[in-house]
């Protein structure tokens, strides 16, 4: 309901919004349940049926993706966690490193869960015969791109990575930050990676195993990263190293990302004629009959 109401002042375009909602959402003694928690754990549930229903349309193995779900759960967890510690806060991490393990006290960053699920996706692809790499990161990007959305309106519930002073309309007063109206950040995140989800997944629908390799991995690499970069120019700094910084670290750790992303839609674009002469084989990722799996 708290969501409802402030996405609701949003869009009448109100004056400001103070935003003061608990980001715990029920409290069962010693358990709370927070909102961040709830839709970190929607996005990881949603993101399972999406993946079965990709299995079931093109005839693989469901048995595997139990073991997917939890390849993705952890290597999203170390990725996100480890690039919390060493891109924004290197030193106090460094100095006392079991720090690493207090997960719990927060601390998550999606750059370094990019580079967890990369990983994480390699490795589980070398033991899935018929997956090729780029067969697995062009399905998977559609969860991952649904996922970010829900984790940023988590973010928002939790007053955290909050924009920067802003003049706006639709600016917000984040009550247990400061009394400064800002830019909701995480909002225009979380509604850039939605969109994307909606090219991605509609992409997908129409084009099914017939879609380039490489090329849904691309464009969530493009336009995800993209949009980090241009929305980090009105997000609060987070690293206190880098404050004099011409760039933000979430803005430098963007760059390579994009260039892959460009890489991998040229790379689609060649080979989708070498595709269609190859058959569904090179199509879907698996390799042709008597071939190796790329």
């Known amino acids: ?54 299995f079931v349309r093109e005839g ?5 993706l139990d073991r997917l779900l939890i390849t993705m759960i952890v290597s999203t967890l170390v990725g996100a966690r480890l690039g919390h510690c060493f891109f924004y806060h290197p030193d106090y991490y460094l100095s006392a490193p079991w720090k690493l393990l ?36 062009d399905r998977m990007v559609i969860c991952v791109a649904l996922g970010g959305s829900f984790i940023r309106i988590g973010n928002f ?39 994307i ?3 991605l997944a509609t992409l997908y629908r129409r084009r099914g195993p017939a879609i380039a390799p490489g090329l849904l991995s691309g464009l969530f690499l493009t336009l995800v990263f993209t949009a980090r970069f241009l ?18 670290v979430g803005q430098m750790l963007s760059i390579i990302p994009v260039l892959i ?13 070498r595709g269609a002469a190859d058959g569904r084989g090179a199509a879907d990722g698996t390799a042709p009959r008597g071939g190796a799996s790329s």
């Open 231 to 248: 929305i980090e120019f009105v997000k609060r700094r987070q690293a206190d190293y880098a404050m004099d910084f011409p760039l933000r």
């Open 60 to 64: 693989k193995d469901l048995a595997d």
């Open 157 to 195: 519930f939790n007053s955290e990575i909050i924009g920067t002073p802003a003049n706006v309309p639709w600016a917000v007063v984040f009550a247990r930050f400061d009394d400064v109206p800002r830019h909701p950040a995480q909002l225009y995140e979380s509604a850039s990676y939605f969109t």
């Open 1 to 54: 309901m708290s969501l409802v109401l402030a996405l609701s002042a949003l869009v009448a375009a109100e004056p400001m919004l103070v935003w003061n909602a608990d980001p715990v959402l029920l409290s069962l003694g010693p358990v709370m349940i927070r909102w961040y928690g709830l839709l970190f754990a929607s996005g990881f549930l949603i993101g399972f049926f999406i993946c079965k229903s990709i």
């Open 261 to 273: 992303g460009i890489a991998l839609i040229a790379h689609a674009l060649r080979s989708r004629g």
């Open 197 to 199: 989800f909606i090219l």
């Open 102 to 137: 207090e997960i719990w006290k927060g601390g998550l960053a999606s750059h370094g869960a990019a580079i967890g699920i990369a990983i994480g996706l390699w490795l589980y692809k070398r033991k899935t015969p018929g997956q090729s790499y780029l067969w697995i990161l």
